[in-house]
């Protein structure tokens, strides 16, 4: 049927479509008179830097004639996977423990107990026993015992979200985290060892580590946005960049949790032009974008100005501890650029 058949273009509608594809190609350089919002930063950062502590402070005193030695001075962590009705359990063992009679006469190791200190420096009891576990150990004169122990301290919290996490002291203990290990033997003597477990530092996201995963040429990087969570010991980050590695100009976007977890989309001009008709449209001049990217904890808008051409890209960040908000200008006269030249 005729009516079926697409009407040829007149020159009225070939005037309109030009117009269209010119207001589209005009008017794309950055807007000098378009005023960003102040950046509100709030809340700790991880404190990740190397605890140097003086290892041999903390020796084995008391009147039993048991001494205790922590040989080897390693103690290794471990937290539950999951925690179980709020509450997980972090654990460490101290390889290669040696108790000692000083004695010419047997003695037995009746009480093994142990307290951590917490934030507050208060003596706290926690489990612990010999690996593999027993309940005396009898010393003949002038005899070693060399054996492990394993201390559990129960938490109500959340364990680590990572290998990297759970093989650590939990953030809601001190570093370093300090430990009075005692016995007490069939004379009624006491022997107390204090040892103290320290953390290594975490592999956590810089702007200089995530460039170089992704390969990001530091002359292309355009901004790099963190907020940390000091509860969990994670951060969230933003890392935005230019490429123009294809035949089109992109905004490149890396949102990160971590070095675990990456969502990365790309911004080309037909993607900016279809945010700018959106927002004309509905007379908006911010626009929510990445709604399901980390929605617990980004929020991204878009910024235009009063021409509904983008300007702007806001990044809100909230942790558990901190919050921070940043926008940052984006280059669109790279994007829109016909020839780019380094």
């Known amino acids: 049927m005729d009516l079926m058949r697409p009407r040829p273009l ?16 005009e008017n794309f350089e950055i807007d000098s008179s378009f005023v ?17 502590t003086n290892e041999n402070e903390f020796k084995c005193e008391g009147d039993s004639s048991i001494i205790i030695i922590h040989q080897s001075g390693q103690i290794e962590c471990n937290q539950d996977l999951y925690a179980k009705n709020g509450l997980f359990t972090n654990s460490f063992v101290l390889s290669d423990c040696i108790f000692m009679n000083k004695t010419c006469e047997t003695i037995s190791i009746l009480k093994l107990t142990c307290k951590y200190q917490n934030k507050d420096q208060q003596w706290i009891p926690c489990q612990i026993h010999f690996l593999p576990k027993q309940s005396i150990v009898t010393l003949k004169a002038n005899e070693l015992f060399n054996c492990s122990l394993k201390i559990e301290i129960e938490l109500k919290g959340t364990p680590g979200s990572s290998n990297e996490h759970r093989i650590r002291a939990h953030s809601l203990l001190p570093q370093p985290l300090q430990f009075q290990i005692s016995i007490e033997d069939t004379q009624m003597k006491h022997s107390n060892l204090f040892v103290q477990q320290i953390n290594r530092p975490l592999h956590l996201p810089t702007l200089d580590i995530v460039s170089r995963k992704f390969n990001v040429d530091q002359s ?3 901004d790099f946005v963190s907020c940390d969570d000091c509860l969990n010991s994670v951060r969230y980050f933003l890392l935005i960049y230019f490429s123009n590695e294809k035949t089109e100009n992109e905004l490149k976007f890396c949102f990160g949790c971590d070095l675990t977890l990456f969502y990365r989309p790309s911004w080309n001009k037909q993607f900016i032009r279809t945010l700018q008709k959106q927002a004309k449209k509905q007379n908006q001049f911010e626009l929510i974008v990445h709604e399901d990217i980390l929605s617990s904890f980004f929020i991204c808008k878009t910024l235009f100005n009063q021409q509904f051409q983008l300007q702007a890209i806001q990044i809100q960040i909230r942790t558990q501890t901190s919050f921070i908000q940043q926008t940052i ?14």
């Open 10 to 25: 007149s020159n009225d509608d070939n005037i309109i479509e030009q117009h269209e594809q010119e207001e589209e190609e």
């Open 36 to 52: 960003l919002p102040d950046d509100i930063k709030q809340g700790p950062e991880i404190n990740n830097e190397k605890i140097v």
């Open 220 to 222: 292309n990087i355009i």
């Open 329 to 342: 200008r984006l280059p669109l006269d790279l994007i829109f650029a016909q020839s780019i030249s380094f």
